[in-house]
DNA sequence: CTGAAAGCGCTTACAG
DNA sequence: CTGAAAGCGCTTACAG
C-alpha cells in the first residue's frame, strides 16, 4: 500500500446554494432572436436556405452567449464523438509518453479528443477497457498490449462494431487491424553489428522476457549480426529478463563478467538494462568501453545522463504515436467518406538507428 | 519540424461494404421481450416496482446480448459524464507521469473516465483546452498551470457553471478553488539545511523562473536555512533558470566554479539542473562531493542514474495526482448529493523529504 | 427563406 | 406491475 497522506475528509469549508447556472444551447438563441432552433442550427452551420440577415444575428448572439454545441448531443445524433480511446500499458515511461506525446499533437490539429486508459500490463484490465471505450463510442481504438497479453480475442469487440484499432509498439501480427511497429530486427542487428566493429568477440545479449515481439526480433537481429560476421552464437552469453529493469541488467551483467569467458561486448534490450549493466561492471572494475562495449536500445533520457553514456538505438517514440494516430484518424475519416469500412492487416515499420556515445 | 518519416497515404488494402452492426440498445431488448423500453430501463436499475420475473428475464438478454448503456445519452439526460479534463503542460516528464498515474488509478476505482490534454506551456492552448472541456461536458477539471501562465481568468469559465476545479502543483493561489501542492519551501530548506550539515559553506542556488511559485518557494527555503544558520545569502550565487534543463545547470555552475569565490555546495531547483552541474563540475575536475556538493529536486529516475548518484528532495508525483483526483472526485459527489456547490480556495500540502545519495 | 416534426438512447414523473 | 409521454440538445428531411 501506499502512504495515506491524504486525510479521509477534506475541508470543504462552504457550501453555499447556488442556482447551477445552465448551459446555453440552441433553444436559447431561439428564444432571443424570436425564431425556431431548426433554424438557428441551420445558420450555425451556413445552410444556403439561410438569410443572411438571420445568420449574422444568430452568429452574432451566439459569440455573444459563448455558444458552445453540446458534445452529447452531437455525438447521440451523429454517432460521432470525436473521441479516440487509447489503452497503454503504463505512464511512466519515457518511451510510452512521447508516444502519448505524438498521438496527442496529432489529435489536437485534427480536433480530436484523446480518452486515455491504462492496462498496467494486465490482460484482464486490457479487457476491460476495450469495453469501457466501446461503451464511450469511441470513434477510434490506439492500443499498445499488455506485456502479458497473447489471446487478443477481446479486441473482436472492436472489429464487430467496425471500430477502427492501431496496435503500435506491441502488437499482435495475425490480428486484423492496423500496426505501427519498429524494426526491431534492424535494432539488434545494428546495435550488435556496431559491437562488432568496435572490435568485439564475445558479444552478449541480455534479452526481454520470451514472447514479445520487441524481444523476440532484437535478439533475431542479434543473432543476423553474429552470423554474418561469422561469430559463434554461444547459447550460455544470451540472459532472458522478466521485469526488464536496471536491477536484472545488474544481476546478470555480474554473472556474465564472472563466468570463466566473460564477454567483451553487451547488447542489452533496453537502456535501463543497460544502465544496470554498467553498474554491474564498476563495481567489478571492468572498464566500459576498454574492457566491455555496452548497447542499450531506446534513447532514453538515463542514456544521456549514464556514465559513460550509453550508446544506444533509437526508438522513435514521438512518431509512431504520430504515425499510429494518423493512420487511425485517417481510417475513420476514409471509412465515413465511402460509409464503408472493414479492418485490413496491414502494417507501417519505422526506422530505428543507433546513436553513438561512450559506452562503446 | 519533425522528421517526414510517414507517407501522405496509408496503403489502405481493401474496403468493403459492410452493415455496420448497430450497437444493442434498450429497444432491442424490449422488441425481443415484447414489453417497453421503459420497463426495461427500470428492470436494469432495480426499480422496485417491477416483477422479479421481468426483471431476470431482462438482465438475462442485456448479458446475452452484451448490452451497454449509451454514455453519450446517459450524459445529455442526466447532467453527468463521469470524465474528468486535465490539463497538463507537458507529458514527457518523469514528475507529471507520475501525476497522471496517480490520477489515474484513482479514477478507476471511482468509474470515472479521463480526457486528457495537453498546454504545452502556452497559456493561450490552455485556455482553449478550458473551453474543449467545458464543451465536452467534463464533471470536474484537474489542471497544472502552464508556467507562463499568470492571469487565470480562462478558468472562470468553470466556477461559471459551478464545475469544480481542482489545481495541482503548478497552481495560482489567489485562484478560487482547491489545490495540491508541495511544501517547497520546506524542500528548499531540508535541502539546503542537508548542505550547511554537510559542511558547507558558500552554498549556491540555480533556481527557476521568476514567476512561478515553486521556484519562489524553494528560493525562500534556502534563504531561509541560510539565515538560520548565520550565514550570508550572497546574490551572486543565485541564478535564475529559463528553460530549466540540463543545459542552463551545466552553464550556470560553469559560472559560479570559475568565479573568484566559488561555491562549495548547489542547491539546483530540480534534478535536470542538478545532473548538468555534476556534469559542469567533472569537466572542471571539481570532485562531486569531496569540494562540491550537489542536491537536485524531484527524485527523477536520471537521479539513480546520475554520477555520483544524486542527493535529492523526493516530490511525490502519484500521491499529489491521487490527492487531486480524489479532492476533485469528494468535491463532485457531496455537491451531488447536496444539490449545492459553490467553489471553495483551499489548499492540500503534501509533504517532500530528503533522499540521501552520493553527490553530498 | 423559415419552421414543425421525428429521432438519436436514455430516464423518470405520472397514469392506469 | 407495466407503459405512454416528455424531455435532455441537437440535426435534417420535409412541408409551407
Chains 1, 2 share one sequence.
Not at 440552441?26 to 452551420?45: E, H, M, N, P
Request: glycine share 6%; charged share 25%.
Amino acid at each position: 500500500m501506499r502512504n495515506r497522506l491524504i486525510p479521509n475528509i477534506w475541508p470543504i469549508k462552504k457550501l453555499v446554494l447556488v442556482t447551477m447556472k445552465h448551459r446555453v444551447t440552441l433553444k436559447d438563441i431561439a428564444q432571443r432572436l424570436g425564431i425556431t432552433v431548426t433554424t438557428v442550427s441551420k445558420a450555425l452551420k451556413d445552410y444556403p436556405d439561410i438569410s443572411k440577415k438571420t445568420k449574422e444575428a444568430v452568429r452574432e448572439l451566439a459569440a455573444q452567449l459563448k455558444y458552445q454545441p453540446d458534445s452529447q448531443a452531437l455525438a447521440l445524433r451523429g454517432s460521432k464523438s470525436y473521441t479516440i480511446g487509447l489503452i497503454i500499458p503504463e505512464i511512466v515511461h519515457f518511451f510510452f509518453s512521447n508516444v502519448i506525446n505524438g498521438i496527442m499533437n496529432y489529435l489536437e490539429t485534427k480536433g480530436y479528443r484523446l480518452l486515455i486508459t491504462l492496462s498496467n500490463n494486465s490482460t484482464e484490465l486490457e479487457a476491460k477497457q476495450v469495453n469501457l471505450l466501446f461503451g464511450n463510442k469511441v470513434d477510434g481504438v490506439l492500443v499498445s498490449l499488455a506485456n502479458e497479453t497473447v489471446d487478443v480475442g477481446h479486441f473482436k469487440l472492436l472489429s464487430e462494431y467496425d471500430i477502427p484499432l492501431v496496435m503500435f509498439d506491441k502488437v499482435n501480427l495475425d490480428f486484423n487491424c492496423q500496426k505501427v511497429i519498429i524494426d526491431d530486427v534492424a535494432g539488434g542487428y545494428i546495435a550488435t553489428k556496431h559491437l562488432i566493429s568496435k572490435g568485439c568477440k564475445r558479444i552478449a545479449h541480455i534479452r526481454g522476457p520470451k514472447s514479445p515481439l520487441n524481444a523476440i526480433g532484437r535478439y533475431e537481429g542479434y543473432l543476423k549480426a553474429l552470423e554474418e560476421a561469422g561469430l559463434d552464437a554461444d547459447p550460455s552469453l544470451v540472459k532472458s529478463c522478466k521485469l526488464v529493469n536496471l536491477e536484472e541488467g545488474y544481476e546478470f551483467a555480474k554473472i556474465l563478467l564472472h563466468s570463466p569467458a566473460p564477454p567483451d561486448g553487451i547488447f542489452a534490450v533496453t537502456d535501463q538494462v543497460a544502465v544496470g549493466v554498467l553498474q554491474a561492471a564498476k563495481e567489478l572494475g571492468v572498464k566500459v568501453p576498454q574492457k566491455l562495449k555496452v548497447v542499450g536500445f531506446s534513447d532514453s533520457l538515463i542514456a544521456q545522463v549514464a556514465e559513460p553514456a550509453l550508446t544506444t538505438i533509437h526508438q522513435p517514440g514521438y512518431e509512431i504515436g504520430e504515425a499510429a494516430a494518423r493512420m487511425l484518424i485517417e481510417t475513420i475519416e476514409i471509412a465515413e467518406e465511402k460509409g464503408e469500412y472493414m479492418a485490413v492487416s496491414d502494417q507501417f515499420i519505422l526506422p530505428t538507428y543507433l546513436i553513438r556515445r561512450k559506452s562503446s
